[in-house]
């Protein structure tokens, strides 16, 4: 990245209506012994999908994890649905609605996809319930169908990535985490993963997703942070933010 974003507020028509689900408040951690986020502050609200943007080491993935309780924070705090989950676990937290497809997608790669979708609803004791979502996943990733008996780990990295998806929204997620989906991935699968998230969200699930490609992001996002060295430098609608001479620069190489 060339060019330093400095910040900016939040314009008045940005700021969205729904509630609160996820707020983060002067979040610090620290990873490898270098503190990689350093007050960070940001919200997503019930209904949106939010863009965390920034390159390679800006914090965006530890920022995640601390999210997801993977990770320790030094100091702030985390609310989801509107309490304190500083010190929870990623498996209580997806428990309740808190749910992360992780970088690198972490599918069980010797289990069937099938498998891995009944995973995703280890928390849950509805059998019927779980036979129809599994079907719905079939219904959003068509590839998963026609490949529902095969092994994870002899599936594409993009088919690795909707398998991730789906099972993570297996746990009916309140909030869905994605955290760099479309790393590693051909220019066609890009378009798909893409095509996906933007059609998980019209079905009304609520998205934090983090991603290095600004464009794309931004293009589906309802509003968008800019990360740079541990903290957020710029936030805004999506719309407005993609057009930004300061992002353009920086981010789309123009």
């Given amino acids: 990245m060339n060019e330093t974003i400095s910040p900016v507020a939040v314009p008045a028509t940005a700021q969205p209506a729904g509630k609160v689900l996820l707020k983060v408040s002067g979040l610090k951690v620290a990873y490898g012994g270098i503190q990689a986020v350093k007050g960070v502050d940001f919200a997503v609200h019930e209904g949106e999908l939010v863009s965390l943007i920034g390159s390679n080491g800006a914090g965006k993935t530890t920022t995640m994890k601390a999210i997801t309780g993977t990770l320790p924070f030094l100091d702030g705090d985390i609310e989801f649905l509107g309490r304190s989950i500083k010190g929870r676990g990623a498996w209580d937290l997806v428990g309740e609605g808190l749910v992360m497809v ?24 509805d059998k019927g319930g779980i036979a129809e979502d599994i079907e719905r996943m079939f219904t959003i990733f068509p590839r998963l169908r026609e490949r529902k008996d095969q092994l994870a780990g002899t599936m594409s990295g993009g088919e690795q990535q909707m398998l991730a998806m789906g099972r993570a929204l297996m746990a009916r997620p309140k909030v869905l985490l994605l955290d760099e989906p479309s790393m590693g991935l051909s220019p066609i699968m890009v378009d798909k993963i893409f095509e996906v998230v933007k059609n998980v969200y019209d079905q009304g699930v609520t998205v934090l997703l983090v991603e290095q490609n600004a464009s794309r992001a931004l293009q589906i996002a309802d509003r968008g942070y800019v990360m740079e060295s541990g903290l957020i430098t710029m936030t805004g609608d999506a719309k407005v933010m993609l057009d930004d001479p300061k992002v353009r620069a920086a981010y789309l190489g123009e």
């Fill in 102 to 125: 992780p970088e690198g997608r972490g599918v069980f790669t010797r289990m069937t996809i099938t498998e891995n979708l009944q995973i995703g609803a280890y928390i849950r004791d």
